[in-house]
């Protein structure tokens, strides 16, 4: 089955700080990425969606200039958590899609953040 | 707007079966996914349907009606490893997953 990493697994970071975490589909071409941010107890929230090659589109509410994304080829998209602020901790979570297979949703592991 | 209905908790007995029921009022309709979530890990994909009817995966099973806008997931045999949140999605016209805010399933010996 469709396989998709992400990098770090963890990561803890001091205030003010920015933090990058990788995606990648390992063995497919993902047209489409989806980052998404978890608090406990609470739903899946989608922050933006990346098409391969061109800009993310973010969520209302969601601040570009603050999550960076950048989905520079079909398996690699990276976000970005610039000037890190311990409200930003997070669990965050990617998936990734091939529209020309399938319009099901590839998980990653999850990348759990803590600012400090 | 778009919503998506689910309970919050619901608990069952190891052995059992329960039914997880999963509304949704979407622009658009391009199926309906259902996912496992064990704290603290990513969503696992668990069902995908797009034609009303029961589909039939092992001790899982999922049941949509389009013209009810209604869904749910029945879940056999129960066993403590089910002890999870179960989320239920709706892909809308873009082709964009619309999410419930999940069920927490637990489990009792």
């Known amino acids: 089955g469709a396989v998709v990493s992400q990098h770090p697994s963890w990561v803890i970071c001091k205030s003010g700080t920015s933090v990058k975490i990788e995606c990648r589909s390992l063995?497919?071409?993902?047209?489409?990425m989806f980052w998404y941010r978890q608090f406990p107890k609470q739903s899946l929230m989608l922050m933006a969606t990346s098409n391969e090659g061109s800009k993310a589109t973010y969520e209302q509410g969601v601040e570009k200039d603050k999550f960076l994304i950048n989905h520079a080829s079909l398996t690699l998209s990276t976000l970005t958590v610039t000037s890190a602020h311990p409200e930003d901790s997070s669990f965050y979570i990617c998936s990734a899609r091939d529209l020309t297979v399938d319009y099901e949703q590839y998980f990653g592991p999850g990348t759990r953040l803590t600012v400090t | 707007g778009q919503n998506i209905d689910q309970p919050t908790e619901m608990t069952a007995t190891e052995g059992a079966i329960v039914q997880i029921n999963c509304t949704y009022q979407t622009s658009g309709f391009n199926g309906l996914f259902w996912y496992q979530q064990h704290a603290g890990e990513a969503p696992t994909f668990l069902s995908y349907?797009?034609l009303d009817g029961l589909e039939e995966k092992g001790r899982f099973s999922s049941f949509l009606s389009r013209s009810k806008g209604y869904s749910y997931l029945l879940l056999k045999e129960l066993q403590m490893k089910d002890s999870a949140s179960y989320l239920c999605?709706?892909?809308?016209?873009?082709?964009?997953?619309?999410w419930g805010a999940g069920t927490k399933l637990i489990i009792k010996p």
């Open positions: 999605a709706v892909m809308d016209s873009n082709y964009q997953l619309i």
């Open positions: 349907n797009v």
């Open positions: 063995d497919f071409q993902a047209t489409t």
